[in-house]
Structure formats: structure tokens, C-alpha cells
């Protein structure tokens, strides 16, 4: 829950950033949201959360 609570987050940050920075206008940022949400409750979503946390349980292995 946390990672996806993170994710989130991140991603809307970014949206942010990017509509703010005229580099994504409203339009597609609102397709982006819809796709996501949509995309959340096909049969990939579970596939794409065990992804996600493979690469989160990649990144935190790593020592620096």
C-alpha cells in the first residue's frame, strides 16, 4: 500500500510538473489520469502491482 501510495504521489508530482511547464496541456494530462484509472481495473493490474514492487524491492536491496 505504501508503494502505491508513493507512486501516486511521484506521478502526480510529475503531472504537475509537466503541465506547469507547457510541456503537458490539460487535455493530456486528463488522458493520462483517465487511462491510469481505467487501466487500474483490467485483468493487468495485478500484474502491473507485482511489477512495481519487483522494482521497488530491487531498488531498496541496493547498497550504496
Known amino acids: 500500500m ?3 501510495l508513493s507512486a501516486i504521489l511521484l506521478l502526480a508530482i510529475v503531472l504537475v510538473i ?6 503537458l496541456r490539460v487535455g493530456p494530462a486528463i ?3 483517465l487511462f491510469g484509472f481505467f ?3 483490467t485483468g493487468m ?8 514492487n519487483a522494482v521497488a524491492d ?6 550504496l
Do not use: D, E, M
Open 2 to 4: 505504501a508503494i502505491s
Open 18 to 23: 509537466l503541465n506547469r511547464s507547457s510541456r
Open 39 to 41: 487501466l487500474a481495473s
Open 58 to 63: 530491487t531498488v531498496g536491496q541496493i547498497n
Open 45 to 52: 493490474a495485478p500484474a502491473i502491482n507485482r511489477f512495481l
Open 31 to 33: 488522458a493520462a489520469i
